[in-house]
T-cell receptor, first 115, second 113 residues
Framework: AQSVTQPDIHITVSEGASLELRCNYSYGATPYLFWYVQSPGQGLQLLLKYFSGDTLVQGIKGFEAEFKRSQSSFNLRKPSVHWSDAAEYFCAVGARGTGANNLFFGTGTRLTVIP | DSGVTQTPKHLITATGQRVTLRCSPRSGDLSVYWYQQSLDQGLQFLIQYYNGEERAKGNILERFSAQQFPDLHSELNLSSLELGDSALYFC????????????FGPGTRLTVT
């Protein structure tokens, strides 16, 4: 069965600093991988996704993520954080082939940005 | 704006009651997924409908049911409500039935008192 681990519950960074949010997954093959962002009181917005091909994927709002098969990781990065990036970030896994059609989500990482 | 709409935005009701949450998918999307987000359980998949038929089931309680109508909107029915059902309920939609790329609505916050 799929599972997703986001080891950091809460991260605080200064505005302008770089950011890396960790995500590790457990799955028998290469899954579909996603990062979503949830601002307070809002729904989930898709930041980026990995299906296949280039392991470094670019997303919206200046975010990128790198798929590392050997580490079963899909970490999210941003070179310079803006105050508006403060939100909760969720990593998600989707199964390939037949089987579950839904997404499995990690527990989320809350990002606080300080001036 | 993802294009997925959910109503109502907030719902407050008492234990034992029944409520209906509504979701309209993005134009052209045939699949609708329901998720529950609570503090203790996180984001959990409940159920998926594709073009009117149930396609996948997750951790959905027997007190909960859903359906998708011919115009593709979906309703999630929650009955015999308990305090623990208080949560944010999200609807998502995708073009196909594989759920590869899902777009989420703003959610309905349910409070059971």
């Amino acid at each position: 069965a799929q599972s997703v681990t986001q080891p950091d519950i809460h991260i605080t960074v200064s505005e302008g600093a770089s950011l890396e949010l960790r995500c590790n997954y457990s799955y028998g093959a290469t899954p579909y991988l996603f990062w979503y962002v949830q601002s307070p009181g809002q729904g989930l917005q898709l930041l980026l996704k990995y299906f296949s091909g280039d392991t470094l994927v670019q997303g919206i709002k200046g975010f990128e993520a790198e798929f590392k098969r050997s580490q079963s990781s899909f970490n999210l990065r941003k070179p310079s954080v803006h105050w508006s990036d403060a939100a909760e970030y969720f990593c998600a896994v989707g199964a390939r082939g037949t089987g579950a059609n839904n997404l499995f989500f990690g527990t989320g990482t809350r990002l606080t940005v300080i001036p | 704006d993802s294009g997925v709409t959910q109503t109502p935005k907030h719902l407050i009701t008492a234990t034992g009651q029944r409520v209906t949450l509504r979701c309209s998918p993005r134009s052209g999307d045939l699949s609708v997924y329901w998720y529950q987000q609570s503090l203790d359980q996180g984001l959990q998949f409940l159920i998926q409908y594709y073009n009117g038929e149930e396609r996948a089931k997750g951790n959905i309680l027997e007190r909960f049911s859903a359906q998708q109508f011919p115009d593709l909107h979906s309703e999630l029915n929650l009955s015999s409500l308990e305090l623990g059902d208080s949560a944010l309920y999200f609807c998502a939609s995708s073009v196909g039935d594989r759920g590869i790329e899902q777009y989420f609505g703003p959610g309905t916050r349910l409070t059971v008192t």
